[in-house]
């Protein structure tokens, strides 16, 4: 797997590509890289869970990844429009 330098260098070395075309190339990058991680994190959050021993652990992780990837409580309480400022 390439770097995302060296995709960088690679694409800033094409003379054909355009600026607009660099930066859409970029912006996939980057966006591959955040997805790359995403998944390795849910991976391992996963396994761990894959761990569990007890209802209680089992819980415990769920409650956990609900608030990692949805925010906290609090949060869950307030409807689109509270928290979108409406």
Request: aromatic fraction near 4%; hydrophobic fraction near 35%; charge should be neutral.
């Amino acid at each position: 797997m390439r770097t995302k330098r060296a995709e960088r260098d690679e694409l800033k070395s094409d003379s054909d590509a355009s600026e607009g075309s660099i930066r859409h190339r970029e912006l996939s990058i980057d966006q591959a890289e955040g997805l790359r991680m995403f998944v390795a994190e849910l991976r391992e959050r996963l396994a761990a869970a894959a761990g569990a021993q007890t209802w209680a652990e089992l819980g415990t992780w769920a409650l956990d990844a609900l608030h990692r990837y949805l925010g906290p409580s609090e949060d869950l309480r307030r409807s689109p429009r509270t928290s979108s400022g409406r």
